[in-house]
């Protein structure tokens, strides 16, 4: 079975500043890793997703993540935050090879960005 | 524009009725999953269709069932609704049962009172 924590529920920041979402997960096998954000009123959008090779990934829009598996984690970063990346964030997992379907989310970190 | 739609938007029942929500998949997608959002909570996984068949099921009871359908649309239907079952319910459309990226809709909002 897997799991995942996400350490901060809410995440103040302003304008212009770097801010890290720490996600930290737990299985028995192999995963897939996963950063999804929800604006309010819609659904889940992919970010940025990591399944093998080189363990930094990037989103379009300035995110990054680095998987970690010594420390199973998978931290979101971006250098300069923006009004607009307001958001909540998920981590989720999958297991590698099995159902993409089945993703085990995090309860989401609140990213509220400050002028 | 992940290019899956969810019906309605909204809704509010009363307790013990029943409720069925709809979602519109990706053309060519041919698995489609459920998972509930409750308040200040991550998405929990319901159940998943692929090809018409439930292929995987969440921790959830048997009054929580779903159809999928040869067009790309599918159905999650919930008997006797009490007052927990208040969520956000999103539908995510795949294009295999084993491909890496799931396409959510924008989700139906169900309040039981």
């Known amino acids: 079975a897997q799991s995942v924590t996400q350490l901060d529920s809410q995440v103040p920041v302003f304008e212009e500043a770097p801010v890290e979402l720490r996600c930290n997960y737990s299985?028995?096998?192999?995963?897939?890793l996963f950063w999804y954000v929800q604006y309010p009123n819609q659904g889940l959008q992919l970010l940025l997703k990591?399944?093998?090779?080189?363990?930094l990934v990037e989103s379009i829009n300035g995110f990054e993540a680095e998987f970690n598996k010594s420390q199973t984690s998978f931290h979101l970063r971006k250098p300069s935050v923006h009004i607009s990346d307001t958001a909540e964030y998920f981590c989720?997992?999958?297991?590698?090879?099995?159902?993409?379907?089945?993703?085990?989310f995090g309860k989401g970190t609140k990213l509220s960005v400050k002028p | 524009e992940t290019g899956v739609t969810q019906s309605p938007t909204h809704l509010i029942k009363t307790r013990g009725q029943q409720v069925t929500l709809r979602c519109s998949s990706q053309?060519?997608?041919?698995?489609v999953s459920w998972y509930q959002q409750a308040l200040g909570q991550g998405p929990q996984f319901i159940f998943q269709?692929?090809?018409?068949?439930?292929?995987g099921r969440g921790n959830f009871p048997p009054r929580f069932s779903g159809l999928q359908f040869p067009n790309y649309s599918s159905e999650l239907n919930v008997n006797a609704l009490e007052l927990d079952d208040s969520a956000l319910y999103l539908c995510?459309?795949?294009?295999?049962?084993?491909?890496?990226?799931?396409?959510f809709g924008q989700g139906t909002r169900l309040t039981v009172v």
């Open positions: 989720a997992v999958s297991p590698y090879g099995g159902s993409q379907g089945n993703l085990i």
């Open positions: 299985s028995s096998v192999s995963v897939y």
């Open positions: 990591y399944l093998s090779g080189s363990t």
């Open positions: 053309s060519g997608h041919n698995t």
């Open positions: 269709y692929y090809r018409e068949e439930e292929n």
């Open positions: 995510a459309s795949i294009q295999g049962a084993h491909d890496t990226e799931a396409f």
